[in-house]
């Protein structure tokens, strides 16, 4: 069975003592199964964690019960919890949120007529986004990608709407991972973050929201090749 190539090591869990600690273990918990390093099927135990973590078992439950509300787990009575597998519906209705709500951020953008400072910011991580797929980085590359949906957030003051964005694209982010690390045709990805950023530059509102929905959209192109290859991570098959 094919396995996806490694985004990056992560690091060893250092809790950060500012921070609730069941949010941090929820975090810990979302990027190992994101990245396909807690596999769909796997048994998660809390027993098991709490020791390896080395914290109690109270803020690795409230964690765990936390994935099973998004539909990442699912808790088994008296086995712990089990990793729940890639499933269409779950990627169709995180990337139908994830597009309405960035789609009426861009909508306020466009309302603003001086945009020059979000084209510089659009610039650097497009030029980022080049160097990162010339050298091979992958992990850097799919952080500036999320750089450059986060400027435009910013820029339309809607900050505090980008961890709820965080939230209803938690399983486009899992089906993401996957395919920027084996499918994606990731030049094409810096292709039309430049058709975005000009369109932004323009007065076209509808060019905008059309060239940020294809983006957004180009995920499904690749759900049957990503299940070809990797089966044993599907619960359905692929159209």
């Known amino acids: 069975m094919s396995q996806p ?3 990056g090591t992560l690091k060893p869990f250092v809790p950060d003592l500012r ?3 069941a949010r941090q273990l929820y975090q ?3 990027e190992r199964i994101c990245r ?3 596999e769909p099927g796997q048994l998660i135990s809390e027993a098991s964690l709490s ?3 080395g914290v109690s078992r109270t803020p690795v439950r409230e964690a765990v019960a936390r994935l099973a509300e998004q539909g990442l787990v699912e808790v088994l009575p008296q086995r712990g919890s089990r990793v729940l597998p890639l499933r269409r519906s779950d990627l169709e209705k995180s990337q139908f949120m994830r597009e309405a709500l960035e789609t009426a951020m861009l909508r306020k953008v466009m309302a603003i007529p001086e945009r020059h400072f979000l084209l510089m910011q659009l610039d650097k991580e497009i030029t980022l986004q ?3 797929l010339q050298v091979g980085d992958l992990e850097r590359f799919y952080q500036s990608d999320e750089d450059f949906h986060r400027h435009i957030a910013m820029f339309a003051a809607c900050g505090p709407i980008i961890e709820e964005i965080a939230r209803v694209k938690v399983h486009m982010d899992r089906f993401r991972q996957l395919t920027v690390s084996s499918v994606e045709d990731l030049a094409m990805v810096i292709t039309q973050h430049q058709a975005i950023r000009q369109t932004i530059a323009g007065t076209d509102s509808a060019a905008a929201e059309a060239c940020l929905q294809q983006h957004l959209r180009r995920i499904f192109s690749f759900l049957e090749q990503a299940q070809g290859l990797f089966p044993q991570y599907f619960a359905e098959a692929q159209p």
């Open 28 to 30: 810990l918990l979302l």
């Open 5 to 7: 190539p490694a985004l």
């Open 51 to 53: 020791a390896t973590l």
């Open 36 to 38: 396909f390093e807690l």
């Open 19 to 21: 921070q609730p600690l």
């Open 130 to 132: 080049r160097t990162y």
